[in-house]
């Protein structure tokens, strides 16, 4: 709704995540927003008052929880850095990929686009298969990127640390303290990465 209406671009608020884990504060704000009464009347303030409080608090808590999620993705951007410069000096190799390589901008793109294939590679960054293909080896190697067989003749390179951060956020945000160690999800989510 938000983004339809331009008010935010180039994210997504879990505002209907916060609001399904908190379903009985949903529920009932919108039964007193459905008043029985004249439209200016006392039942009809305490109903959108009740309902519009209720809606902002998802939204913030909604704004906290992306911007977790938001840092917690920065942080794994990081040791990604880390780890391929350590696989690249372990190599022999000049420690950092130049900015513009292919390797380095794939890098930039995993958050977004954490299961590529060299054809999504070569699509993503506008460049050859086999450059695509190198790049997606190279971060292989340096644990970033995990092989997995998608059919006889294509292989699907994994950011499984993102999809894990996914699922994390995904339990926390089921979680009626936005934390899983104080509560338990609420709610069927996916499992907690090993």
Known sequence: ML?????????????S?????RSDAYV???TAYRYDGPAFGEAAQAGTGAWIRMFLEAVQIAVEQAATFAEELGELRSDRDQRLTRHRQARGTRDRPRADSAAARLLGLLSEAPLVTAASAERLLGISFGAANRALQDLAEASILSRKQVDRKTT?????EVFELLTIAERRMASTHWDTRQSVPNRPVPARPA
Do not use: I
């Not at 339809?4 to 608020?13: F, Q």
């Not at 699907?156 to 499984?160: K, N, P, Q």
């Open 17 to 21: 995540l916060v609001m399904l884990t």
């Open 3 to 15: 983004a339809r209406r331009g008010l935010v671009r180039g994210a997504v608020l879990p505002v």
């Open 156 to 160: 699907g390179y994994l950011a499984r």
């Open 28 to 30: 009932s704000t919108l």
